[in-house]
């Protein structure tokens, strides 16, 4: 039986590992699409649940590692009994090591050093004994706020037994190891990704990252396929420092130009840009809304100047008043799609547009 279905009636079984891949809520379809890029080695469960995704994978699960829309994967385990206590038992506490050692196997030696139990009631004597049994089989120490070696322990959706999971990797995929040098604000991965993505990229794109920070768009662009010419630009002289120092983390710097450019007055000619994406300033932790009420419009308006007709531009924003409010009825841009996304807690709109 399928134990994620617990409580939903019989269903077939499949082949394979179970995981529990976990998104940034709104990315769910297209975190599926890249997935299914996995073809036979990947059955993906029909239910939905926000966040999360529910497979059967028969593959190496090394591959994983790769994928770009994913904020973390863990392998599952059901655990039908009534209380943790069960799990110290010899044969559930063999499975529960099992997922442990298949996952440190997949990375070199010495790469894990921490062990950490996210459960409630993780301190209670029964999971302190569970966590400190398991970090000695392991040789790892418990940590005290997070660990290389994730755990997680939760009733299942019938409430009958646990589910237990156990990340893939020492920190979530959403932590991009080219990320040498953050700033306040930056971007999640992922949500570049999904953005880029959007844009249906192509070899021949002359792309621009308006006000690109840290670098993620641009980077995330780069590390999806070439580009004609892929230009990041940014009037905050530290911002471009860190995008350089990113760029060169992820191998991509050849390939970008960073420029010292006001996106409200490119040095750029008309119609001369297929793409443009950009993280736009939410009022927040950057600007004021009062700001973005002149900002956002002079955006749109130059991004429309230098954008070939029919050029794709991706937009993130948490003013979605203001970004409807311009965009509705605007005889330059047509909005093709918008997504919500949840950004730890935030809910700003990815805007998808298409230049008249």
Not at 49 to 58: D, E, F, K, S
Request: aromatic share 6%; hydrophobic share 40%.
């Amino acid at each position: 039986m399928n134990h994620y279905n617990k409580g939903r009636g019989p269903q077939p079984d499949q082949p394979g590992r179970r995981l529990e891949i976990v998104v940034a809520e709104g990315l769910e379809p297209l975190a599926r699409r890249e997935l299914r890029q996995l073809r036979r080695a990947m059955h993906l469960e029909n239910d939905e649940r926000p966040g999360v995704i529910r497979a059967r994978y028969t593959g190496d699960l090394r591959a994983l590692s790769g994928l770009r829309l994913a904020t973390s994967v863990y392998l599952a385990r059901h655990f039908p009994v009534p209380r943790p206590r069960a799990l110290l038992g010899d044969e559930h506490l063999r499975l529960a090591l099992a997922d442990c050692q298949t996952v440190l196997r997949l990375y070199p030696h010495g790469t894990f050093h921490t062990l950490f139990l996210s459960a409630a009631g993780a301190d209670s004597a029964v999971l302190t004994r569970l966590k400190t049994e398991l970090a000695g089989r392991l040789g790892l120490a418990v940590g005290v706020d997070d660990g290389d070696l994730l755990l997680r322990l939760r009733r299942d959706e019938s409430q009958t037994g646990w589910e237990w999971l156990v990340r893939l990797s020492p920190r979530p995929l959403a932590t991009r190891s080219w990320r040498v040098w953050n700033m306040e604000g930056a971007l999640n991965g992922p949500v570049a990704c999904a953005m880029n993505l959007l844009t249906a990229p192509t070899a021949g794109d002359v792309y621009l990252n308006i006000g690109c920070g840290s670098g993620t768009l641009l980077i995330e662009r780069l590390l999806l396929g070439p580009a004609k010419r892929a230009i990041g630009c940014d009037i905050d002289a530290q911002a471009l420092v860190c995008t350089r120092a990113n760029l060169d983390a992820a191998g991509v710097r050849k390939r970008a130009e960073v420029q010292p450019w006001d996106a409200r007055s490119l040095p750029l000619p008309d119609a001369a840009v297929d793409v443009i994406t950009g993280d736009l300033p939410f009022g927040h932790l950057i600007g004021s809304h009062a700001q973005n009420l002149e900002l956002y419009p002079a955006l749109l308006a130059e991004a429309a100047r230098v954008a070939r007709p029919g050029a794709r531009c991706a937009l993130l924003s948490h003013e979605v008043r203001l970004m409807e409010r311009l965009l509705y009825g605007s005889p330059v841009w047509r909005i093709e799609r918008t997504m919500r996304v949840d950004l730890g807690g935030l809910y700003p709109r990815i805007f998808v547009l298409r230049r008249a």
